[in-house]
T-cell receptor, first 115, second 116 residues
Framework: GENVEQHPSTLSVQEGDSAVIKCTYS??????FPWYKQELGKRPQLIID?????GEKKDQRIAVTLNKTAKHFSLHITETQPEDSAVYFC??????????????FGKGTKLSVKP | NAGVTQTPKFRILKIGQSMTLQCAQD?????MYWYRQDPGMGLKLIYY???????DKGEVPNGYNVSRSTTEDFPLRLELAAPSQTSVYFC???????????????FGQGTRLTVV
């Protein structure tokens, strides 16, 4: 089955700096890669996602890149703000075939943005 | 618009007791999921369902059972509670991921379960 590895587990940056979180996946059939943000004591919420037919996607200060050949994808947050502090999870899923619907998450990255 | 509703929010169980965690969604989503999140850890997939009458095991299914008799409901059953099942449980739903509009998985608010 799918296995998603996420690094780093913790990341501390100064306000205004950029933050990068990287994930790798094992199942070449995976073709949907979302990123979720979870604030303390709250439910995870989607912040951005990408499908395998796209190499990069951007939404304001957040961008995601995907390298299907290397089976890795990354989250980039620019101009970080204290409210970006949270745990970020990457995930992978196949939207076709036998394993469709099997949404597997990485272990998370705790991002701390220092004012 | 309620989204994904989980009950109860908190529960304390004694070892060996059983219980059902309820999950309901009102978005007509085909896909539903159950995850557990241990302190400081990621989300582990317990079971998932791609439609009514269809369920599949995830990464950590042992000790749990599910059913999907309707599109709206996806209850999770713990038969013989063990301390290792102490965790926060999240239910989620999404539209068919094949479609361009159906990508986001919406999560319930979680159930904090303690087994003593």
């Amino acid at each position: 089955g799918e296995n998603v590895e996420q690094h780093p587990s913790t990341l501390s940056v100064q306000e205004g700096d950029s933050a990068v979180i990287k994930c790798t996946y094992s199942d070449s059939a995976s073709n949907y890669f979302p990123w979720y943000k979870q604030e303390l004591g709250k439910r995870p919420q989607l912040i951005i996602d990408i499908r395998s037919n796209v190499g990069e996607k951007k939404d304001q200060r957040i961008a995601v890149t995907l390298n299907k050949t290397a089976k890795h994808f990354s989250l980039h947050i620019t101009e970080t703000q204290p409210e970006d502090s949270a745990v970020y999870f990457c995930a992978a899923s196949s939207i076709g075939g036998r394993s469709q619907g099997n949404l597997i998450f990485g272990k998370g990255t705790k991002l701390s943005v220092k004012p | 618009n309620a989204g994904v509703t989980q009950t109860p929010k908190f529960r304390i169980l004694k070892i060996g007791q059983s219980m059902t965690l309820q999950c309901a969604q009102d978005m007509n989503h085909n896909y539903m999921y159950w995850y557990r999140q241990d302190p400081g850890m990621g989300l582990k997939l317990i079971y998932y369902s791609v439609g009514a009458g269809i369920t599949d095991k995830g990464e950590v299914p042992n000790g749990y059972n599910v059913s999907r008799s309707t599109t709206e409901d996806f209850p999770l059953r713990l038969e013989l509670a063990a301390p290792s099942q102490t965790s926060v449980y999240f239910c989620a739903s999404s539209d068919n991921l094949r479609t361009s509009r159906g990508t986001e998985a919406f999560f319930g608010q979680g159930t904090r379960l303690t087994v003593v």
